[in-house]
């Protein structure tokens, strides 16, 4: 009922502890509070914030037009939908080091269990494209400093992004990872890994979790959560796949619509009233008011 009985204290401990655990932990990309939800019903690990999604929602490219305000009102609203830790994407973190700092705070007053940072110019783009460009080296790990030492709370994450290797190849990718983790990086997200090997070519490199980005259409292959725990991958994100799908299920209701003149043969596809009153937790709002929820539901409808 409302929101979440788990502190924002409690779930960064909690996001400490499964990146910890040994076994590879799975973020799928919420896309609104509702999703997140589903998300933890689901028995996922966590929760992951993507910045294209936050983007897309708004009818924006992923190209860094986001601010932090949106960024970290929407992420909060989401966060405190779920018991489980949820991570956001921060793109840049929305300025030079000061900004980053003042980023990590806003996201830490929002309820989040953590952020990543990327060390691309702005305007960024998505990390699967071609022609991205990478900031030098004391930028990159000017940002991260920055973000470590703003943050109020130990049990925040600070993840870095790099996306050098589309640049600069593999070992571009290691050094920088290094150099991360040495301005004070939790964890390293190495973006755009060509395949498993280069995974295994970071794990190597850094002591610290790293992430899989397993999006679709991008330049990884879809790997398996158990082949990316065999290369020592911690925890693996599913950012555009809920929105992707929910658009794709939305055009196909759409093209019946027009096309039939009713909605009638998709309704098989669709969330039941019965289902999403579930999800919603409806009846439990009786404890304030007996009338909320009196009724039957028919569970066709």
């Known amino acids: 009922m409302l929101y979440s009985q788990a502190t924002p204290e409690w779930k960064r401990v909690k996001l400490r502890e499964l990146l910890a655990s040994g076994s590879i932990q799975q973020f ?62 921060a793109d840049t973190g929305f300025g030079e080091p000061m900004n980053v700092a003042r980023t990590v705070q806003e996201i830490e007053n929002a309820g989040l269990a953590g952020l990543h940072i990327e060390d691309q110019f702005n305007p960024k783009r998505c990390g699967h494209l071609d022609g991205k460009n990478v900031v030098d080296l004391d930028t990159a790990t000017k940002r991260i400093r920055a973000a470590a030492d703003a943050r109020r709370d130990p049990n925040f994450l600070i993840m870095a992004r790099t996306d050098i290797r589309a640049v600069d190849g593999l070992q571009a990718a290691k050094d920088r990872a290094k150099a991360l983790v040495d301005a004070g990086a939790d964890a390293i997200f190495p973006e755009a890994m060509r395949d498993l090997h280069e995974f295994r070519a970071i794990r190597d490199a850094v002591d610290v979790p790293i992430l899989a980005n397993m999006t679709e259409f991008g330049k990884s292959d879809l790997f398996t959560k158990d082949q990316l725990q065999n ?71």
């Open 28 to 89: 799928p990309g919420a896309f609104n509070p509702l999703s997140a939800r589903l998300i933890e019903e689901k028995g996922f690990a966590g929760v992951y914030i993507s910045g294209a999604v936050l983007a897309n929602d708004l009818g924006l490219p992923d190209i860094g037009l986001t601010t932090l305000t949106e960024v970290a009102t929407r992420a909060g609203q989401i966060a405190r939908m779920t018991d489980l830790p949820a991570i956001v994407d």
């Open 231 to 301: 290369v020592g991958v911690n925890m693996v994100i599913y950012p555009v796949t809920l929105l992707r799908s929910a658009m794709g299920a939305a055009e196909r209701v759409l093209d019946t619509l027009r096309n039939l003149g009713t909605q009638q043969v998709r309704v098989p596809e669709m969330l039941t009233r019965a289902r999403l009153y579930d999800l919603l937790d409806y009846e439990s709002y009786n404890k304030f008011d007996s009338d909320v929820f009196n009724f039957q539901i028919p569970d066709i409808r």
